[in-house]
Protein backbone atom coordinates (compact mmCIF):
# COMPACT_ATOMS: atom_id res chain seq x y z
CA UNK A 1 0.00 0.00 0.00
CA UNK A 2 1.27 3.31 -0.96
CA UNK A 3 1.01 6.50 1.09
CA UNK A 4 -1.65 8.14 -1.53
CA UNK A 5 -3.98 4.75 -0.47
CA UNK A 6 -5.86 4.27 2.31
CA UNK A 7 -6.82 0.98 3.96
CA UNK A 8 -9.81 0.35 1.26
CA UNK A 9 -7.09 0.83 -1.54
CA UNK A 10 -8.38 4.16 -2.66
CA UNK A 11 -6.67 7.38 -3.34
CA UNK A 12 -6.76 9.98 -0.82
CA UNK A 13 -8.76 13.25 -2.84
CA UNK A 14 -5.31 15.34 -1.93
CA UNK A 15 -3.14 13.01 -4.06
CA UNK A 16 -5.17 11.87 -6.90
CA UNK A 17 -3.19 11.44 -10.03
CA UNK A 18 -5.03 13.82 -12.02
CA UNK A 19 -2.02 14.36 -14.43
CA UNK A 20 -2.57 10.91 -15.43
CA UNK A 21 -6.65 11.35 -16.08
CA UNK A 22 -5.81 14.66 -18.11
CA UNK A 23 -3.21 12.75 -20.17
CA UNK A 24 -5.39 9.95 -20.82
CA UNK A 25 -8.35 12.08 -22.18
CA UNK A 26 -5.87 14.27 -24.21
CA UNK A 27 -5.42 11.13 -25.91
CA UNK A 28 -8.37 10.75 -26.99
CA UNK A 29 -8.54 11.15 -30.72
CA UNK A 30 -11.85 13.24 -31.23
CA UNK A 31 -10.73 15.59 -28.68
CA UNK A 32 -7.35 15.69 -30.46
CA UNK A 33 -8.91 17.20 -33.19
CA UNK A 34 -11.13 18.87 -31.72
CA UNK A 35 -8.47 20.98 -29.73
CA UNK A 36 -6.18 20.78 -32.78
CA UNK A 37 -8.94 22.57 -34.87
CA UNK A 38 -9.94 25.51 -32.02
CA UNK A 39 -6.30 26.54 -31.83
CA UNK A 40 -5.30 26.89 -34.96
CA UNK A 41 -6.33 30.41 -37.32
CA UNK A 42 -8.09 29.95 -40.49
CA UNK A 43 -5.81 32.03 -42.88
CA UNK A 44 -7.32 30.33 -45.96
CA UNK A 45 -9.75 32.85 -47.57
CA UNK A 46 -8.44 33.38 -51.23
CA UNK A 47 -8.36 37.34 -51.27
CA UNK A 48 -6.07 37.42 -48.69
CA UNK A 49 -2.82 35.65 -50.73
CA UNK A 50 -4.20 37.63 -53.47
CA UNK A 51 -3.66 40.64 -51.91
CA UNK A 52 -0.16 39.69 -49.89
CA UNK A 53 0.96 38.99 -53.21
CA UNK A 54 -0.51 42.68 -54.54
CA UNK A 55 1.09 44.08 -51.55
CA UNK A 56 4.99 42.06 -52.83
CA UNK A 57 3.99 42.93 -56.47
CA UNK A 58 6.39 45.56 -57.77
CA UNK A 59 3.74 46.93 -60.49
CA UNK A 60 1.05 47.21 -58.01
CA UNK A 61 1.11 50.50 -55.79
CA UNK A 62 -1.10 48.58 -53.08
CA UNK A 63 1.57 48.99 -50.02
CA UNK A 64 -0.40 47.47 -47.12
CA UNK A 65 -3.33 44.98 -46.27
CA UNK A 66 -4.97 44.45 -42.92
CA UNK A 67 -6.74 41.54 -41.82
CA UNK A 68 -9.19 40.72 -38.57
CA UNK A 69 -11.39 37.85 -37.45
CA UNK A 70 -15.27 37.68 -38.58
CA UNK A 71 -15.73 38.22 -35.29
CA UNK A 72 -14.74 38.05 -31.45
CA UNK A 73 -15.22 34.41 -31.43
CA UNK A 74 -14.65 33.56 -34.48
CA UNK A 75 -10.85 31.72 -35.62
CA UNK A 76 -11.53 32.85 -39.33
CA UNK A 77 -9.66 35.90 -40.55
CA UNK A 78 -10.75 37.68 -43.24
CA UNK A 79 -9.20 40.71 -45.63
CA UNK A 80 -10.86 43.55 -44.38
CA UNK A 81 -8.79 46.44 -46.34
CA UNK A 82 -5.91 47.38 -48.71
CA UNK A 83 -4.70 50.45 -49.37
CA UNK A 84 -1.45 52.72 -51.29
CA UNK A 85 -1.24 55.32 -49.04
CA UNK A 86 1.00 53.40 -46.30
CA UNK A 87 1.32 53.54 -42.99
CA UNK A 88 0.22 57.04 -42.71
CA UNK A 89 -2.64 55.96 -44.47
CA UNK A 90 -3.43 52.92 -42.41
CA UNK A 91 -2.82 55.23 -38.83
CA UNK A 92 -5.76 57.66 -39.91
CA UNK A 93 -7.88 55.10 -41.34
CA UNK A 94 -10.63 53.06 -38.83
CA UNK A 95 -9.47 49.86 -39.08
CA UNK A 96 -7.21 49.60 -36.66
CA UNK A 97 -9.86 50.15 -33.04
CA UNK A 98 -8.97 49.72 -29.22
CA UNK A 99 -11.29 47.01 -29.12
CA UNK A 100 -10.08 44.69 -32.74
CA UNK A 101 -7.10 42.51 -32.99
CA UNK A 102 -5.53 42.75 -36.46
CA UNK A 103 -2.59 41.90 -38.59
CA UNK A 104 -1.43 44.03 -41.11
CA UNK A 105 1.65 43.40 -43.82
CA UNK A 106 3.09 46.80 -45.03
CA UNK A 107 5.54 47.56 -47.70
CA UNK A 108 8.17 50.56 -45.86
CA UNK A 109 10.10 52.24 -48.74
CA UNK A 110 13.21 54.62 -47.43
CA UNK A 111 16.56 55.77 -48.49
CA UNK A 112 19.86 54.95 -46.76
CA UNK A 113 21.96 57.44 -48.98
CA UNK A 114 21.21 59.83 -51.89
CA UNK A 115 21.18 56.82 -54.21
CA UNK A 116 19.91 53.77 -52.78
CA UNK A 117 16.30 53.55 -52.34
CA UNK A 118 14.93 50.17 -50.30
CA UNK A 119 11.68 48.66 -50.05
CA UNK A 120 10.93 46.44 -46.94
CA UNK A 121 8.08 44.64 -45.81
CA UNK A 122 6.49 44.25 -42.13
CA UNK A 123 4.25 42.43 -40.51
CA UNK A 124 2.02 44.03 -37.78
CA UNK A 125 0.30 42.32 -34.86
CA UNK A 126 -2.53 44.58 -33.88
CA UNK A 127 -3.90 44.32 -30.23
CA UNK A 128 -6.19 47.08 -29.61
CA UNK A 129 -5.89 48.68 -25.85
CA UNK A 130 -9.41 47.22 -25.07
CA UNK A 131 -8.92 43.75 -25.75
CA UNK A 132 -9.70 41.11 -23.64
CA UNK A 133 -6.98 39.00 -21.60
CA UNK A 134 -8.35 35.76 -23.04
CA UNK A 135 -8.55 37.46 -26.67
CA UNK A 136 -4.83 38.51 -26.38
CA UNK A 137 -3.91 35.04 -25.75
CA UNK A 138 -5.33 33.95 -29.15
CA UNK A 139 -3.18 35.93 -31.05
CA UNK A 140 -0.22 34.38 -29.21
CA UNK A 141 -1.63 30.91 -31.15
CA UNK A 142 -2.79 32.43 -34.21
CA UNK A 143 0.22 34.79 -34.95
CA UNK A 144 1.98 31.41 -35.95
CA UNK A 145 -0.45 30.77 -38.50
CA UNK A 146 -0.89 34.18 -40.20
CA UNK A 147 3.22 34.27 -40.84
CA UNK A 148 2.81 30.85 -42.83
CA UNK A 149 0.84 33.03 -45.05
CA UNK A 150 2.45 36.18 -45.24
CA UNK A 151 5.42 34.74 -44.35
CA UNK A 152 8.43 37.08 -46.22
CA UNK A 153 9.24 40.07 -44.26
CA UNK A 154 12.33 41.89 -42.12
CA UNK A 155 10.38 42.57 -38.90
CA UNK A 156 7.80 42.05 -36.87
CA UNK A 157 5.66 44.57 -35.10
CA UNK A 158 3.53 44.39 -31.93
CA UNK A 159 1.26 47.80 -32.13
CA UNK A 160 -0.92 48.50 -29.07
CA UNK A 161 -1.66 51.90 -30.12
CA UNK A 162 -1.14 54.46 -33.38
CA UNK A 163 1.82 55.47 -32.09
CA UNK A 164 3.29 52.31 -33.01
CA UNK A 165 2.78 52.54 -36.49
CA UNK A 166 4.47 56.17 -37.23
CA UNK A 167 7.02 55.33 -39.69
CA UNK A 168 10.40 56.75 -38.82
CA UNK A 169 10.96 54.09 -35.80
CA UNK A 170 9.87 51.70 -38.22
CA UNK A 171 12.20 52.61 -40.14
CA UNK A 172 15.27 52.78 -37.83
CA UNK A 173 14.51 49.39 -36.87
CA UNK A 174 14.33 47.97 -40.14
CA UNK A 175 17.97 49.86 -41.14
CA UNK A 176 19.39 47.61 -37.67
CA UNK A 177 17.51 44.61 -39.28
CA UNK A 178 19.30 45.32 -42.88
CA UNK A 179 22.93 45.51 -41.49
CA UNK A 180 23.65 48.29 -44.42
CA UNK A 181 23.26 51.66 -42.82
CA UNK A 182 25.96 54.08 -44.04
CA UNK A 183 24.04 56.70 -41.64
CA UNK A 184 25.57 55.36 -37.80
CA UNK A 185 22.26 54.42 -37.55
Do not use: C
Amino acid sequence: MTSAQTLSGEMTPEKRPQRQLFIAFSRLPFLEFFSYQVLMADVTQPEIKAAYEDVRAKTSDTNWLAIKYESARSNKLKLIATGTGGLEELRTSEHLEKTDIAYVYAQVSYSNDKESQREKFILVTWIGEDVTGIRKGKVSVHAADVKKVLNTYSIDIAARELDDLLEEPIVVRLRKAGGASYDGV
